[in-house]
């Protein structure tokens, strides 16, 4: 099955800690994003990278951080210096011009 | 400031009902729009991908159209079901941008009951 798996499906993150979200795809494509939503809200754009080893800041990037070492990975730090992670979090891949979301995870503070 | 908008927020309609969501968006120089579902807790699923060539695009009982000088999108269901309950959520590259980066409206949250 191609697709894109993004786990886990919740996470919880303690006071000071950095935590790991991942996003696989199997699609071949070149471009993931990273995408955040909150109630109510539209999606913000956190990080995109457009090919392997390369990666470019979005709109809210303050406290995340990415990388990109292979074609099918792109996962996303959340670290300490985010003070409100609170969120659902989607990852997406890009093939043309449409883009393809993974089931997201929820990430609560404990 | 790059922005897409949606109208309404929320919208609940009777089983049956021909329905119109309404996207507007900053960018009249944007070359394409797209229409995404969601369901609750999960992700988005892409329904239809207008091109700014393009003034209508169809799939089943979803059309979209696209209007680049009034900066409006409108998604219209035919003859809705429950099963059409979600949100809708539209997304532009505002800005010219050409690397796939996506702005999108908060989404109109759906409710077709029996």
């Known amino acids: 099955d191609g697709g894109i798996t993004q786990s886990p499906k919740y996470l919880f993150r303690k006071e000071g800690q950095n935590v790991t979200l991942s996003c696989e795809q199997n699609?071949?494509?070149?471009?993931m994003y990273w995408y955040r939503q909150d109630p109510g809200q539209g999606l913000r754009l956190i990080y995109y990278?457009?090919?392997?080893?390369?990666?470019q800041k979005g709109d809210i990037a303050e406290g995340y951080s990415v990388s990109r070492e292979k074609k099918e990975s792109f996962p996303l730090t959340v670290t300490s210096a985010q003070k409100n992670p609170t969120a659902f979090y989607l990852c997406?891949?890009?093939?043309?011009?449409?883009?393809?979301f993974g089931p997201g995870t929820r990430l609560l503070v404990l | 400031k790059q922005e897409v908008t949606q109208i309404p927020a929320a919208l609940s309609v009777p089983e049956g009902e021909n329905l119109v969501l309404n996207c507007s968006f900053t960018?009249?120089?944007?070359?394409?729009l797209q229409w995404f579902r969601q369901d609750p807790g999960k992700g988005l699923t892409s329904l239809l991908l207008i091109q700014s060539s393009q003034r209508e695009q169809t799939s089943g009982r979803l059309n979209a159209s696209l209007d680049k000088s009034s900066g409006r999108s409108t998604l219209y269901i035919a003859a809705s079901q429950p099963g059409d309950s979600a949100t809708y959520l539209c997304a532009a590259p505002l800005g010219g941008s050409t690397l796939g980066r996506l702005y999108f409206g908060r989404g109109t949250q759906l409710t077709v009951w029996p």
């Open positions: 699609l071949n494509h070149d471009a």
């Open positions: 997406a891949s890009r093939f043309g011009e449409t883009q393809y």
């Open positions: 960018d009249s120089a944007i070359y394409n």
């Open positions: 990278s457009q090919i392997v080893n390369d990666f």
